[in-house]
């Protein structure tokens, strides 16, 4: 029996748990891998906290009031009484964080993901600093899941772990200093409710199933169900399981199904952090950011975006067509046969064009005879005529801070570089995501709302595994940690009320 049971392993869940721990609560987190970290692990790592003492060191233009206008300029009208939750708790976090020498973060220069009222020059993201995995204990360093590059498609390894391996390092390790306990291997599957209020989970396990009891509470935070094809289907989620980031075999949803079996309310079941992916050749998609050339274009060869947009947002403009998915980013051999963006992972060149996702040509003619893109050239054409000019007629690309933060043209414009050193590529791209943003409804506590508007008593949730208090939004990086991470932790500051009633 402990104080705390924590489901998850990732940012939320570690925050919470060393939070729980580190305040006196005991705490157990059942993972269901043998890896602690999830998605979280994969990640850059960056954290929007706006206001903290990281920006104020960094002397970047950042306030709690600034980051309240540029939300109030994006979210839909009305009252966000969680986000302004989010917003006054942000600061407090980090500088809870920051007073354990375990945790040290530093500014992250990242621009934020719209033109509005508030924006930050630059951005106001934060991360850990990268630690060594010596400098760790070595049971903390051992279980933290290795980047995404190593997971996926066996590149080596190494010994400094940066972004969201060092956030997952750690508070792992100072989990453990206080006296936390992890149990990989672990496979939540429901809630254990007596007289209304629940009591613990119950967990598939090597040895057969169990039940882990809690005094005081659960937090969920296993993320949500990115990784279950069926749900995705079901409830309108666009792109496949398998172009997700989730670990593979992960995410399905259980605990997101198991809160709405006991009463609980669900919200922004159709949506996700959306990305481009760079298709695989084992059927997988790549996260990719940062386009520095090339055009993506639709079945018929013609471009529908500025490929410079933020991720989530070109992602959202793939889902909007069936011709979209897969799209092809098409490019020259300026960087010598090299994708001129950055996927997690790329991959081997030459294993793409063997598997034919990606497809070389020495004309643009011969790319697009191939491929059936039968606009392409005057796609690229059109396109290249921009480069001179520095202005995109059709999309803007290169007129907003994020779109230029990538790229190093030569020319007036240096988003735009023109395609047009032959051999062309080709490379295949599909609708990834960083996890899906539905789940449990929670309030100012982290605690879950039934569908009658009351908490339910024991139950909290945090990170995808909780509907985001953004919906359909993602203004800027970081976001999915920041508000996974603060809503843990009012989760934890009211467990506390609660052991102290």
Not at 266 to 282: E, K, S
Not at 348 to 358: K, N, Q, R, S, Y
């Amino acid at each position: 029996m402990h104080d705390v049971v924590v489901v998850g392993s990732g940012g939320g869940a570690m925050i919470g748990a060393y939070l729980a721990q580190h305040a006196g609560l005991s705490t157990v987190v059942l993972e269901r891998t043998d890896l602690v970290g999830g998605t979280s692990a994969y990640s850059g790592g960056a954290c929007w906290l706006p206001g903290s003492d990281v920006q104020q060191r960094a002397g970047i233009g950042d306030s709690t009031e600034s980051a309240r206008a540029f939300l109030e300029a994006l979210l839909p009208p009305g009252d966000h009484p969680l986000v302004d939750t989010f917003l006054d708790e942000a600061p407090r976090l980090v500088a809870a964080l920051e007073a354990d020498e375990l945790f040290d973060f530093e500014w992250l220069p990242f621009p934020e993901y719209f033109d509005a009222p508030g924006r930050a020059t630059m951005g106001r993201s934060i991360q850990p600093v990268n630690v060594k995995r010596d400098e760790l204990p070595a049971e903390a360093a051992s279980l933290v899941r290795p980047p995404v590059e190593r997971d996926r498609v066996g590149a080596g390894g190494r010994n400094t772990l940066s972004g969201g391996q060092s956030l997952i390092g750690r508070s792992l390790a100072a989990f453990l200093r206080d006296g936390g306990t992890v149990r990989t291997g672990h496979h939540v599957t429901g809630f254990v409710v007596e007289d209304g209020r629940v009591v613990g989970v119950e967990a598939t396990t090597p040895d057969g199933p169990i039940e882990v009891r809690a005094r005081l509470g659960v937090l969920a935070a296993a993320g949500g169900f990115e990784g279950n094809q069926a749900l995705r289907e079901e409830r309108g989620v666009p792109g496949d399981a398998e172009w997700s980031m989730a670990p593979r075999g992960t995410n399905q949803g259980e605990l997101i199904d198991a809160g709405a079996a006991i009463g609980a309310r669900v919200a922004n079941l159709d949506q996700g952090w959306f990305c481009p992916g760079l298709a695989q050749p084992d059927g997988g998609g790549s996260f990719t950011l940062g386009f520095r050339s090339g055009v993506m274009v639709d079945a018929n060869g013609r471009r529908y975006a500025n490929e410079c947009l933020p991720y989530d947002r070109f992602g959202r403009e793939m889902a909007k067509s069936p011709d979209r998915i897969p799209s092809y980013l098409v490019f020259d051999s300026r960087e010598g046969g090299r994708l001129p963006a950055i996927a997690m992972p790329e991959g081997d060149p030459e294993e793409h064009l063997a598997a034919g996702t990606w497809v070389r040509a020495d004309t643009l003619a011969e790319l697009a005879d191939r491929l059936g893109l039968a606009d392409l050239e005057a796609t690229v054409k059109r396109f290249n005529a921009f480069v001179d000019t520095g202005v995109d007629e059709d999309f803007g690309r290169g007129s907003d801070e994020y779109d230029v933060f990538f790229a190093g043209g030569p020319g007036p414009n240096k988003a735009l570089v023109e395609v047009d050193q032959p051999p062309f590529y080709a490379a295949r791209f599909v609708l990834s995501d960083l996890g899906t943003k539905g789940g449990l409804v929670t309030d100012e506590h982290g605690r879950v709302v039934s569908t009658g508007g009351e908490p339910i008593p024991g139950l909290y949730a945090a990170g995808n595994t909780a509907a985001s208090i953004m919906g359909a939004l993602y203004p800027a990086p970081g976001v999915p940690l920041g508000t996974a991470m603060v809503f843990a932790s009012r989760a934890v500051q009211h467990l506390v009320e609660e052991a102290g009633a």
